[in-house]
């Protein structure tokens, strides 16, 4: 079991990582820790945000919408490749998934077909989100990918977890697609290589 790291040891694990890291707001103290705890964490979970423009994304992933409140993760990728940090804490990002997926990211096993709803995953995951229209067409520039790589693996690399703790939201709930234009199992092959 891992206790989250501090929002100071999360800035100091990007920027080692050699990431550019922009902070926003009072990205510190921004959260939805009142809605229940955060922690133990176990993995990192990598999402597209379906939006377009990078100012408009990293407003909406802060603020959220009307039924869903901000913030709806801890850092935003946009498609620079920079990391806008927009919460600390619990944020709205992974929701309700199949507590087999995570049994086997504490395990760092193979991962299962996610097919119930049944476990609180704002809880146990850091979330990324990532500036993508999420059609499968809008394409993922070459420093987005890297900054995905890298973000995840200072993560990892913190609690020193494997790739195998990192996964893609299509992978947590069902009916879920995202990140769609790259596959986990490629990321995940490119974050055990950043972590030799």
């Known amino acids: 079991m891992a206790s989250p790291m501090s929002a100071s040891g999360f800035l100091k694990a990007l920027r080692a990582e050699g990431l550019t890291v922009v902070e926003v707001g009072d990205w510190r103290n921004h959260n939805r820790n009142h809605k229940g705890p955060w922690g133990p964490v176990h993995g990192v979970m990598i999402h597209h945000t379906v939006t377009k423009g990078s100012a408009r994304t990293v407003e909406i992933c802060r603020d959220g919408y009307a039924d869903l409140p901000g913030p709806l993760c801890h850092g935003v990728i946009t498609k620079d490749g920079r990391v806008h940090l927009v919460g600390y804490g619990r944020a709205n990002h992974a929701g309700l998934g199949d507590d087999d997926v995570l049994r086997a990211v504490i395990a760092e096993k193979a991962l299962p077909s996610d097919n119930e709803k049944n476990t609180d995953g704002n809880r146990h995951f850091y979330g990324f989100e990532c500036e993508n229209l999420g059609d499968g067409q809008d ?24 790739e195998r703790s990192v996964i893609g939201h299509l992978e947590w709930q069902p009916g879920k697609v995202d990140p769609r234009g790259f596959t986990m199992t490629a990321m995940r092959t490119r974050i055990r290589d950043r972590l030799k």
């Open 139 to 162: 394409p993922w520039p070459a420093a987005q990918l890297e900054a995905i790589e890298r973000a995840a693996a200072a993560v990892c690399r913190h609690h020193g977890w494997t």
